[in-house]
C-alpha cells in the first residue's frame, strides 16, 4: 500500500492509503473522500492535480483532458493515477472545500420554473426541499455543477448551476435539449412546475481562482453559460474589483439566451462587460459574424494585461480557445475550463 498525501490550494492535506492497482481516485473514495471527478476514465480531465513527489503510473487518458506537455510536467489525472512506491505526493488545483467527506448528499428538489429561454434551451429552476435536514438552503461556489436524476429513473444528468449559492435552496441551470436525449426528453414532454428531482451534490472543481486583482475573462459556448454566470454573479455580489468581459457564442440568433441575467450583472458590477458571437447572423442581427475564438484571437494581444481566461462548452469551442490563447502568449496555467461531454 502507498501512503499518498494531497494538499489543496489552501494548505490542507489529505492523507490516505492506496492498494496496488488502486486509482489515486478510487483509494480517496473508499477512504471516505470524493474528489471532484466526472468521467472518470481519463477523458474530461476534472481530476486534474499535479505530482510533486514519489513514483507512479499513468493510465492512458485523451490528449485534450490532459495535454502531453502538461503531462511531462508532472500533471496527471487521478482517475489515471496508480502508484508505483511507498510515497505519493501531489498538489490539488482546488481548495479543501470542493473535497467532499461522507458521500456526495443528496436530496429532494421541486420544480419551479421551466421555461423556454431560446432554442431548444430551458431554465430550470428548483427548490431544495424546505424539510432538508441540513436546513441550510443550498451552498455551493460559482462553476459547480449538481447530479439531477428523475424518481424511478436510473439516469443521471451532470448540469452546471447558473445562480449561487443560498439561503432559500434556489437552484438555477440552464438545459439544451438535446433529440434523444432521455433528460431532454423527459424536460420537454413530461416534465411540470411541481415535479420531483433527486439532486447529487454539489460537485467539481471548476471555480474561480484567487488570483489578485488580474482582468478575467470568461468564454461561453451555448449552455456553458451557466457555471460562467455564476461566477460573474459572485463577482457582483461581492463586488469584487478584477475586470471581467464574457463572451457567449452562439451558431445563430434563435439560440440567444442569457441576455436580461446578464445585463442584470452589468448593471451591478463596474468593469463588466458582454458580447454575444453569433456564427451564422440572420439579416435582423445587429452585428457581424463572429465567434467567441475570433475574439479572444485578436482582444488578447491588445490586451494590457494577460487575463485569466475561463472557458466552458464543447469540447471543440474548448480546445480552440485554449489554441487561441497559447497563440496570444497566454500561459496554459491561466487557462480554467469546463469541458461539456456529450452523454
Ligand atoms: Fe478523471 Fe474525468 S474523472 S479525467
Keep these: 500500500t502507498t501512503g499518498v498525501t ?12 492506496c492498494a496496488p492497482g488502486q486509482s489515486v481516485l478510487d483509494a480517496a473514495a473508499e477512504a471516505g473522500a470524493a474528489l471532484p471527478a466526472s468521467c472518470r476514465r481519463g477523458t474530461c480531465g476534472s481530476c486534474r492535480a499535479a505530482v510533486t513527489g514519489g513514483p507512479y503510473e499513468h493510465g492512458s487518458c485523451s490528449p485534450q483532458a490532459l495535454p502531453p506537455d502538461r503531462r511531462e510536467r508532472g500533471e496527471v489525472l487521478l482517475c489515471r493515477t496508480f502508484p508505483g512506491g511507498d510515497r505519493l505526493e501531489a498538489a490539488l488545483p ?4 470542493r473535497i467532499i467527506h461522507g458521500g456526495v448528499p443528496e436530496r429532494e428538489g421541486v420544480i ?7 432554442r431548444e434551451t430551458v431554465r430550470l429552476e428548483l427548490r431544495v426541499e424546505p424539510d432538508d435536514a ?16 428523475v424518481p424511478g429513473q436510473d439516469y443521471t444528468r451532470a448540469y452546471s448551476l447558473a445562480n449561487t449559492g443560498n439561503w432559500e435552496g434556489c437552484l ?5 435539449l438535446r433529440p ?10 413530461g416534465a411540470r412546475v411541481g415535479d420531483r428531482l433527486t439532486v447529487r451534490g454539489p460537485q467539481g472543481a471548476f471555480g474561480l481562482r484567487e488570483t489578485g486583482p488580474r482582468p478575467r475573462w470568461f468564454v461561453a459556448g451555448g449552455t456553458g453559460l451557466a457555471p460562467l454566470l455564476s461566477m460573474v454573479r459572485h463577482m457582483a455580489e461581492w463586488q469584487e474589483p478584477q ?26 458590477l463596474p468593469g463588466f462587460s458582454y458580447e454575444i458571437c453569433v456564427r451564422r447572423p440572420g439579416p435582423s442581427w445587429p452585428g457581424p459574424p463572429a465567434t ?12 494590457p494585461v494577460p487575463p485569466d481566461l475561463y472557458v466552458c462548452g464543447p469540447p471543440p469551442l474548448v480546445e480552440a480557445v485554449a489554441g487561441a490563447a497559447a497563440a496570444g502568449g497566454l500561459a496554459p496555467e491561466r487557462v480554467h475550463h469546463e469541458r461539456f461531454l456529450p452523454t
Design 94 to 97: 482546488y481548495p479543501s472545500s
Design 112 to 118: 419551479t420554473a421551466l421555461e423556454t429561454v431560446a
Design 180 to 189: 434523444g436525449g432521455l433528460f431532454s426528453g423527459w424536460l420537454r414532454d
Design 6 to 17: 494531497l494538499t489543496a490550494s489552501d494548505g490542507e492535506r489529505l492523507e490516505f492509503g
Design 134 to 149: 441540513a436546513g441550510d438552503g443550498c451552498q455551493f461556489d460559482p462553476g459547480q455543477f449538481m447530479d439531477l436524476r
Design 292 to 303: 467567441p475564438v475570433d475574439r479572444v484571437a485578436a482582444l488578447l494581444p491588445d490586451a
Design 172 to 176: 438555477e441551470f440552464f438545459v439544451r
Design 243 to 268: 475586470p471581467a468581459r464574457l463572451f457567449l457564442g452562439v451558431n445563430e440568433e434563435a439560440e440567444v439566451f442569457g441576455l436580461p441575467e446578464l445585463k442584470a450583472v452589468a448593471c451591478e
